[in-house]
């Protein structure tokens, strides 16, 4: 049975990658059901972070959440300090998907400080960005900044090009947020460098739009116009 639960959680999981998310539920289920038979923790807690992470796809996130709650208990049981971890990540992003700003840093706080104590980098690294996100959603500007920079200084000693543009952006944001404009365009001509460099669209764009932003509120209108223009055209490729 155990067998049986990993084949239709793996199943589930392509028919939701492909969108499929009734024939995926209905695996998800299935799997659930033939590791609750057995006892295979594993296979519970998998299930039910696979059936939240459905929900959360859906936009139905109280279901999301009490199936991320589920598997969060199962997790906590076995001792799998990094699975728990990553069960208070994504508690942690359906909170704040709620508005709980309050409960999500709670729980980001405790999945960085499990991955301190497994010296797991990339998920400190994450827990830093979220716990920033937080902070910056809430107009705790200073905290958000320090989270980020911590971040930054991380993904720049592992090489990750990517969320290296993405902290650029994040850190450029705050100091707009601030008043700080010759400090954020700063960041943003190292994060629009760095994403042409590598070709990231992603990066590209935002370092479009928050340079077009900035300058707008510095009154150098054909500058802001030069970069919403290139927004838009990336957009519409």
Do not use: C, W
């Not at 405790?110 to 301190?116: H, I």
């Not at 042409?196 to 150098?220: D, F």
């Amino acid at each position: 049975k155990e067998g049986m639960s990993e084949s239709y959680r793996k199943r589930g999981s392509e028919y939701l990658i492909l969108g499929n998310y009734p024939e995926a539920l209905k695996d998800f289920l299935s799997s659930l059901k033939f590791a609750e038979e057995s006892d295979y923790k594993s296979g519970i807690e998998g299930s039910y972070s696979s059936i939240g992470r459905l929900y959360e796809k859906e936009g139905n996130y109280q279901e999301a959440l009490k199936n991320y709650i589920a598997s969060s208990k199962v997790r906590e049981k076995i001792g799998d300090k990094f699975a728990i971890a990553y069960s208070y990540n994504n508690l942690g992003e359906i909170y704040v998907h709620q508005g709980d700003t309050v409960e999500a840093l709670k729980k980001q706080k405790e999945a960085l400080k499990l991955f301190e104590e497994i010296k797991y980098v990339f998920g400190i690294m994450q827990s830093n960005i979220e716990i920033g996100r937080i902070n910056f959603y809430r107009g705790k500007y200073n905290d958000a900044l320090k989270y980020f920079l911590i971040a930054l200084k991380m993904a720049e000693e592992i090489g990750d090009k990517d969320q290296i543009i993405n902290l650029y952006v994040d850190v450029a944001k705050v100091y707009k947020m601030q008043g700080y404009h010759q400090e954020a365009l700063k960041y943003l001509t190292m994060s629009l460098s760095s994403a042409l460099e590598i070709g990231y669209k992603g990066g590209i764009m935002e370092s479009y739009k928050y340079l077009s932003e900035i300058n707008a509120q510095l009154t150098n209108f054909r500058l802001a116009y030069h970069y919403q223009t290139l927004f838009q055209q990336l957009k519409d490729t």
